[in-house]
């Protein structure tokens, strides 16, 4: 499926790649959408309908990514309401053992989210992301997200990543795709980011539902380093 032999870099997504998606679904599509109609008077069918077409009509930018945008736009505490459901923030059952392996192998691994810095720091405070990932990126230190070329030059300016010798791993097909045209050369998809869903079917690009089985080749390519 990849050739770690020519792998040096791994550039990780965290929210359906290495976080399950359900906790931000819930909050997005569920949470959120309650606690703001019981302040604005509107049933949550209504906020529900009104919030997803805002998400649509944001999606791939800044904005939809941004909790100070979604606090002034509703006049809510978005931080705050996560922490309200943050019981539900979990990292997928197979990423321990997947960045264990990435770490014994000595490779630069960094975590590349479009999230929020706060929303960063809460995730990092509920897991132990932190304690196997070389470098911790928000693409709003950018100003842009992993959907636009212009965020790829910017993090390859700031990390010196060879784009042939790096792994991009997301479950976002417009974001692989972006990577992709941005020269990044082993790309992986995550065909089940959230585990109350079922897995997608993707052929556009390599696709896992289990980091298990990539653990063997992991180590295999180590051992031929060695």
């Known amino acids: 499926m990849l050739n770690w032999a020519e792998i040096d870099t791994v550039l990780l997504d965290m929210d359906g790649t290495l976080l399950d998606l359900h906790f931000d679904n819930y909050f997005w ?12 008077g509107i049933s949550i ?21 941004c909790l100070d945008y979604w606090g002034k736009r509703l006049q809510l505490p978005i931080t705050e309401l ?12 197979d990423v321990p053992d997947f ?21 960063l720091s809460l995730k990092i405070e509920r ?22 070329q212009d965020l790829w030059k910017k993090l390859q300016q700031r990390l010196g990543f060879n784009a042939e010798r790096t792994l991009f791993v997301d479950d976002s097909l417009p974001i692989l795709t972006a990577a992709q045209d941005y020269g990044i050369k082993h790309l992986l998809a995550v065909a089940n980011p959230d585990s109350h869903q079922l897995s997608r079917q993707i ?3 390599p696709a896992i ?6 653990l063997d080749d992991i180590r295999k390519a180590n051992h031929l380093a060695d």
Not at 45 to 52: G, I, M, V
Not at 82 to 93: C, D, G, T
Not at 106 to 111: D, E, F, M, P, Y
Not at 140 to 148: D, L, M, R, S
């Open 203 to 205: 052929t556009e690009f």
């Open 209 to 214: 539902t289990d980091y298990s089985v990539l």
């Open 99 to 119: 960045l264990t392996a990435l770490k014994d192998s000595g490779r630069k691994i960094v975590l590349v989210t479009n999230a929020h810095p706060d929303s």
């Open 29 to 40: 599509l569920q949470h959120l959408p309650k606690r703001w109609a019981e302040i604005s």
């Open 82 to 93: 996560k922490r309200e459901v943050m019981h539900k923030i979990a990292m997928r059952a």
């Open 127 to 148: 897991t132990e992301l932190a304690s196997y990932i070389d470098t911790l990126i928000s693409t709003h230190e950018f100003g842009v997200t992993k959907e636009n």
């Open 45 to 65: 069918n209504e906020a529900q309908t009104q919030l997803k077409a805002e998400y649509a009509e944001l999606t791939g930018k800044l904005e939809w990514y």
